[in-house]
């Protein structure tokens, strides 16, 4: 059989620790022998973001504005014992922040539906897909110390040199403040990210934050979303038959666990961190969690949602045998080549995306997954299959 071939590159992030291993073998078994792989690779592993001083994540982000589309491996974010673990020069920031921040756009999360894997919300019947909006907040923010009494204030200090002041609190002993932000061309772009991927996908979509607390901040993001639905998207959306809703982010959990899924729920930066490793382990698995970042410019950053799976990794280290889900990271790959195929026109490329897919679900379906489904699902007698060998059982199966 001839090889697909790919005419432009796909920019290739490779990672960290057990998720590294992954994507070696992915890349071996189940893409090679098949296409004629085309990438620009860029290693974000630790140790070589370190030695370019994280110039390898800030060049990875600006070659996925060159080629539109990129597949990223997982990686850490450092931590005081990475610092040691890997001899840093810096705790560098996160790398998806980094790229987060020089892309824009959302992040769509959304569960990998497969029979046998019920979600432990019983009610929950369709996947639940969760748009992160990827830019600023808490993950953009400046922090002090406030070491002693003193008074914290918020300063603006306008082009012409005119400064408001807001008081943050009065200190009368030692304490902490933030001081985080976000701008309206993001919060925008976020909200028609999330408008067009409902009419493409045909979803409701859900909005929520905490505007009755936070009256200016969140209120703005309430606002937005509302101006750009009136002008632009009403109409859209009563003739496809979806709604979209605002309500308070307390509501909006107690409605999910209520509801049969099948919707899109936008988040701000932190609820979307925090929700979509909900939503995923409540569908089965983090490992079964897809997460693409969609750009307002048109670019695409496929992941997995999950991070490098270190546990497992120094299992593997220590010579033992590993039974890690390579689900999420498969279907990174996946994603990223039918978005090549559709914007390059090779039919084959997606043609063989979706295959690849079927065949990973089937695998599972037919009774043979890694560990972590192995414990949860309803099937009988599933066989446990370590790393490599699940992979493999994909690959026989393609
Ligand atoms: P994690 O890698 O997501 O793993 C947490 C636990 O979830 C694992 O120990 C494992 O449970 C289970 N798990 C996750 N993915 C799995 C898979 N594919 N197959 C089987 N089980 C899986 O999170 P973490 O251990 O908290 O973080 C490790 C590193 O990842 C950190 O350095 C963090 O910075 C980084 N991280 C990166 C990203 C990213 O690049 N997108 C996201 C999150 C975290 P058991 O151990 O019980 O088997
Ligand atoms: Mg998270």
């Not at 979803?203 to 750009?228: C, G, V």
């Amino acid at each position: 059989m001839a090889k697909i071939k790919m005419t432009i590159p796909i920019v290739e992030m490779d990672g960290d620790e057990m998720t590294r291993i992954l994507w070696k073998m992915i890349k071996e078994h189940l893409l090679e022998p098949y296409i004629e792989l085309n990438t620009e690779y860029y290693d974000l592993g630790l140790e070589h973001r370190n030695e370019t001083n994280d110039q390898v994540t800030v060049d990875s982000a600006n070659a996925t504005k060159k080629y539109k589309v990129a597949v990223k491996c997982a990686t850490i974010t450092p931590n005081a014992a990475r610092m040691t673990e890997y001899d840093l020069k810096e705790m560098w920031k996160s790398p998806n922040g980094t790229i987060r921040a020089i892309l824009d756009g959302t992040v769509f999360r959304a569960p990998i539906v497969v029979k046998g894997i019920e979600p432990y919300v019983r009610n929950w019947k369709k996947p639940i897909t969760i748009a992160r909006h990827a830019y600023g907040d808490v993950y953009k923010a400046s922090e002090m110390k406030i070491p002693g009494a003193g008074k914290a204030e918020l300063v603006y200090t306008a082009e012409d040199g005119t400064e408001t002041r807001e008081l943050i609190h009065n200190f009368d002993g030692p304490g902490i403040i933030q001081g985080m932000h976000n701008i309206h061309k993001s919060i925008e772009s976020f909200a028609r990210s999330c408008f067009n991927y409902a009419l493409d996908t045909k979803q409701d979509l859900w909005f929520a934050s905490k505007d009755t607390i936070s009256k200016k901040y969140d209120h703005t993001f309430k606002d937005i979303f509302q101006e750009i639905f009136d002008a632009e998207y009403k109409e859209k959306f009563d003739e496809a038959g979806i709604v979209y809703f605002y309500t308070l982010i307390d509501d909006a959990v107690a409605r999910v666990m209520k509801s049969e899924g099948g919707y899109i729920w936008a988040c701000k930066n932190y609820d979307g961190d925090v929700m979509s490793d909900m939503v995923s382990s409540a569908f089965g698995s983090l490992a079964m969690m897809t997460s693409v970042l969609v750009s307002p410019d048109g670019y695409y950053e496929y992941e997995a949602a999950h991070g490098t799976v270190q546990r497992h990794y120094y299992k593997h280290l220590r010579g033992e045998e590993t039974s890690t889900n390579s689900v999420a990271t498969i279907f990174a790959w996946t994603g990223a080549l039918r978005k090549r195929g559709e914007l390059d026109g090779n039919q084959d490329l997606m043609e063989f995306a979706d295959r690849l897919e079927k065949v990973t679900v089937d695998t599972i379906e037919s009774g043979e997954m890694t560990k972590d489904l192995a414990l949860i699902t309803t099937l009988e007698n599933p066989t446990v299959l370590n790393s490599e060998d699940f992979i493999k059982a994909i690959a026989k199966r393609l």
